[in-house]
């Protein structure tokens, strides 16, 4: 289990004292879990931190400790530079956004992440893509630098875990998985609690998103493909930022014979998100890759700037190659 690179990533954090730590922009449950984790283990190591990443992070992780302290560049700048970095859950340099204009010259940093996708963009690179989250991969840096588990901690690196594993059903879910959960709720964690928060509360924006979002259900080759796209007319008719958009392409590839999931959000005017859910027959992380970003074999996504019919057309033909199959058969 690359104990080389976690003995290193322990040793990155004994041997600084003032650290940057970051996840990828629109963070998600893994991101914000192992950031605030990272965090949790620098207090219990005597280290002093700032926690930020581009922009904001979703309301929802506030049950999350230290929440309170996770900083928004964007609204909040900064006038520090960092010498010491740890970045979590990013597969590239890009998916740190402007943090990194807080990055000293001479900045050694901390990579830790398990997307097949990563490029090594770190000064030291803790990489393994058998980890169903990067929460996993923390738990074993956790237990090498000899911190001390409390609820606390349990909690950041459970709720990675928890939302990586889609509430412990994706293909990710391994043997080890399950035990670390098993032994994070030793510690006090409340499953339910944190599955409220993370999986089942949805908000009334979410809602009225996802109204309109299914009515632009298409399904496309051979209906092996289903799409959803969603505009910026459709987040301002339903009071909706970004955020509230999650979750929706579940809905797509989770149709009976569907192959792939994708919705296309323009929740900013001429920036697609894309996002793809493959079953089992195409690896979406390389056709992610092909539009400049990344991701898992079966979830990955990338942002495309362009018209929205241009946008989809190409990402369906892209998904075609890769069935074998045409967008109109
Ligand atoms: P989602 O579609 O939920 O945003 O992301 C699915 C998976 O793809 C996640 O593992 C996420 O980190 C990765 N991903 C999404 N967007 C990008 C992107 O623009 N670049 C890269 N490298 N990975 C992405
Ligand atoms: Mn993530
Ligand atoms: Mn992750």
Redesign the pocket.
């Known amino acids: 289990h690359n104990q080389e690179q976690i003995k290193e990533a322990a040793q990155f954090m004994k041997e600084h004292d003032r650290f940057l730590v970051l996840s990828?922009v629109?963070p998600?449950g893994d991101a914000t879990g192992s950031a605030l984790g990272v965090a949790l283990i620098l207090e219990k190591l005597g280290k002093t931190y700032i926690v930020i990443n581009e922009g904001e992070t979703p309301e929802k992780f506030s049950f999350l400790p230290r929440f309170e302290l996770l900083r928004n560049l964007s609204q909040q700048p900064l006038d520090e530079t960092f010498g010491a970095v740890i970045a979590v859950?990013c597969?590239?340099e890009?998916?740190m956004g402007d943090v990194r204009s807080l990055f000293a010259s001479d900045a050694v940093l901390l990579n830790i992440d398990h997307?097949p996708?990563n490029d090594a963009f770190g000064t030291f690179n803790l990489i393994r893509t058998d980890a169903a989250a990067t929460a996993e991969i923390l738990y074993d840096v956790a237990v090498e630098a000899g911190v001390p588990f409390d609820k606390e901690l349990a909690l950041c690196i459970y709720t990675g875990l928890l939302t990586d594993t889609g509430g412990f059903r994706y293909s990710n879910t391994s043997p080890r998985v399950m035990e670390i959960a098993a032994q994070l709720l030793t510690y006090g964690v409340k499953p339910g609690e944190v599955a409220e928060r993370c999986l089942e509360e949805i908000t009334l924006a979410h809602v009225n998103i996802l109204r309109r979002a299914l009515q632009t259900l298409i399904l496309t080759h051979q209906n092996q493909v289903a799409s959803i796209t969603v505009q910026p007319a459709d987040f301002e008719e339903a009071g909706a930022q970004r955020e509230d958009a999650?979750g929706l392409?579940n809905y797509c590839r989770n149709i009976e014979g569907v192959e792939v999931g994708i919705t296309f959000i323009e929740s900013e005017p001429g920036a697609i998100?894309v996002?793809?859910r493959a079953r089992d027959r195409v690896d979406v992380a390389v056709i992610?890759k092909q539009f400049?970003?990344?991701?898992?074999a079966k979830?990955?996504?990338?942002?495309i700037r362009g018209e929205v019919a241009d946008v989809q057309k190409r990402v369906w033909h892209a998904v075609g190659e890769a069935l074998g199959v045409k967008e109109h058969e």
């Open positions: 990828h629109n998600d859950d597969a590239d890009s998916r997307h996708t999650g392409v998100k996002s793809m992610a400049g970003g990344g991701g898992h979830a990955a996504g990338c942002t």
